[in-house]
C-alpha cells in the first residue's frame, strides 16, 4: 500500500491492448459488413472506438474515423461519437475538417427537428465546439456562423462556443466573436467568457479589440458594448501589461 503508483499508461500493456482493441474492431468490420442485422454491431462499435481513442488515439486516428463514418441509428449514439472526437481532439489530434464536418452535418440535420429539446441542443451546441479545431478552422468556423444564422442561435447559448473559438487560435475567429456581440443583449448574456474568448486568442488584432474599451484611440466593435463585470476585463488587461 505504501508504494507509489505510476502515473499515466503501462506504456507495454498500452499498446498490447490498443493492438486487440484494433484488431477487433476491424473483425467486427468485416462481419458488419455482410451481416443480416448490422445494427447489432454498431453499439459495440461506439464503445470500443472510445477506448481505442483513449489508449491509442494518433495511431489509430484513421480505423476510429472510420466507425465514426458509420450512420448512427439510434440518435444517443451521436454523444458518444461525440466523446469519441473530443477524446481525439484532447489527446493531440487535429481533426479531418472532410470527416468532422460530415459528421457534424448529419447531426445537425437529426438535432433541427427538436431545438427546443434542451438535451439535443446540447449536443449540438457541444459539438459546434469541435469545429473550430479541425485541420482548415476556417472551414470549421465557416460552419458555426452558418449554422448560428439558420437556427437563430442567442447570445446565452454560444458561452462555450466562444471558449472554443478563443481557444483555437485561430485569426478568422475573431471575426465571428465580434459578430457575436453585435448586439448588447446578446454582449450581457456572454459576459465573462466573451472577453475571455478574444483574450485566449492573443493576437495583435484581440488585444487591440480588449483595449478599445478603455482607449477611445484603438480599433474596437462597431458600436458601444459594455459589460456587467468590468472586472474580468480589468483582469485580462492587467496579464497583457
Known amino acids: 500500500r505504501l508504494r507509489q503508483q505510476p502515473i499515466g499508461f503501462n506504456e507495454t500493456r498500452r499498446k498490447r491492448y490498443s493492438a486487440a482493441l484494433a484488431d477487433r474492431i476491424t473483425t467486427l468490420l468485416g462481419e458488419w459488413a455482410t451481416a443480416e442485422q448490422p445494427g447489432l454491431y454498431e453499439f459495440r462499435?461506439?464503445?470500443?472506438?472510445?477506448?481505442?481513442?483513449?489508449?491509442?488515439?494518433?495511431?489509430?486516428?484513421?480505423?476510429?474515423?472510420?466507425?465514426?463514418?458509420?450512420?448512427?441509428?439510434v440518435a444517443s449514439w451521436s454523444w458518444k461519437s461525440l466523446e469519441t472526437l473530443e477524446t481525439l481532439l484532447f489527446n493531440g489530434v487535429v481533426l479531418p475538417a472532410g470527416e468532422t464536418l460530415k459528421w457534424f452535418d448529419v447531426t445537425l440535420e437529426r438535432v433541427r427537428p427538436h431545438?427546443?429539446?434542451?438535451?439535443?441542443?446540447?449536443?449540438?451546441?457541444q459539438a459546434l465546439c469541435l469545429l473550430p479545431f479541425v485541420d482548415a478552422p476556417a472551414m470549421g468556423i465557416a460552419k458555426i456562423r452558418?449554422?448560428?444564422?439558420?437556427?437563430?442561435?442567442?447570445g446565452h447559448q454560444l458561452r462555450g462556443v466562444a471558449l472554443a473559438l478563443g481557444h483555437s487560435r485561430c485569426n478568422a475567429a475573431l471575426d465571428l466573436l465580434?459578430?457575436?456581440?453585435?448586439?448588447?443583449?446578446?454582449?450581457?448574456?456572454?459576459?465573462?467568457?466573451?472577453?475571455?474568448?478574444?483574450?485566449?486568442?492573443?493576437?495583435p488584432e484581440s488585444r487591440e479589440l480588449l483595449m478599445s474599451f478603455v482607449d477611445p484611440a484603438a480599433p474596437g466593435l462597431a458600436m458601444d458594448v459594455t459589460f456587467e463585470r468590468g472586472d474580468?476585463?480589468?483582469v485580462r488587461l492587467l496579464e497583457f501589461a
Do not use: C
Not at 116 to 122: A, E, K, L, R, S
Open 45 to 73: 462499435f461506439k464503445e470500443l472506438t472510445k477506448v481505442l481513442a483513449e489508449l491509442d488515439a494518433l495511431g489509430s486516428t484513421p480505423l476510429i474515423l472510420r466507425v465514426l463514418s458509420i450512420p448512427e441509428r
Open 115 to 125: 431545438r427546443y429539446d434542451n438535451q439535443q441542443m446540447g449536443l449540438l451546441l
Open 146 to 154: 452558418e449554422t448560428i444564422t439558420d437556427l437563430k442561435l442567442v
Open 178 to 203: 465580434r459578430e457575436f456581440v453585435a448586439g448588447g443583449n446578446d454582449a450581457k448574456a456572454m459576459g465573462d467568457e466573451w472577453i475571455n474568448a478574444v483574450a485566449a486568442l492573443d493576437s
Open 232 to 234: 474580468v476585463l480589468a
